[in-house]
């Protein structure tokens, strides 16, 4: 007959319960390890995103603050270009000589036209060929050179006798101030047409030396 079982073996139960209780410790040690770094993870990624945060909010506020700056600067230079727009223009002294030169120009242009017209030349193309000595009934007048000449043969001894030596510089000082003045009044005249109406002029001109000759020559006549 069997041997009849009384009660379990209290040392098979206290190893059993020692394994087992290893086999907790055991698994909880693995959980709570597991969960470490599970929270250290998620602590390491919390910590990146807040660094990102704060070198995202860093960069903001620095665009922001360029923005100003530049803003600001923007305002100064404006307000620096408006008060030298507003100053009254300094003038130096090579504007002033260019100013006097323009109205001394001007000045000796109105002279030489005041000059023209007291002398009533006449710059009519129509009247180009005609005789350029008009005839006076109370002056001898010459047709050319050689004719005054000969006529101022017979002037007083004070009057200049040899005008001829001054023609030239006389007819170029004359021309340079008054062609233009042609020019200018006869815009459409060919140069050659315009030397014409320089030498008809020049003819009568009282700068003329032969001209000077002849007025001196019939002042002579006049008083005797």
Do not use: C
């Amino acid at each position: 007959m069997p041997k009849k079982f009384t009660g379990e073996n209290s040392k098979a139960v206290a190893a059993k319960a020692r394994k087992d209780g290893a086999k907790e410790a055991e698994k909880e040690k693995k959980q709570k390890a597991a969960e470490d770094a599970y929270w250290a993870d998620d602590d390491k990624n919390v910590a990146k995103k807040q660094a990102r945060k704060e070198e995202d909010e860093k960069k903001r506020l620095e665009t922001q603050r360029r923005k100003e700056e530049n803003r600001k600067a923007a305002e100064e230079e404006m307000k620096s270009m408006q008060g030298k727009s507003a100053a009254p223009t300094k003038v130096t002294q090579a504007t002033i000589l260019a100013r006097k030169e323009v109205e001394k120009r001007e000045a000796e242009k109105r002279a030489r036209e005041e000059k023209l017209a007291a002398s009533k030349i006449i710059t009519s193309p129509d009247n180009i060929e005609e005789n350029v000595n008009v005839e006076d009934a109370t002056v001898s007048s010459a047709r050319n050179i050689e004719d005054a000449l000969s006529l101022l043969t017979t002037s007083a001894p004070e009057v200049d006798m040899h005008p001829e030596k001054r023609m030239k510089a006389s007819y170029e000082s004359y021309a340079e101030g008054n062609l233009p003045i042609l020019k200018e009044q006869n815009p459409t005249l060919r140069l050659s047409q315009l030397k014409q109406i320089l030498k008809k002029n020049w003819m009568k001109a009282p700068e003329n030396p032969l001209n000077i000759k002849m007025n001196a020559l019939t002042s002579s006549d006049n008083s005797l």
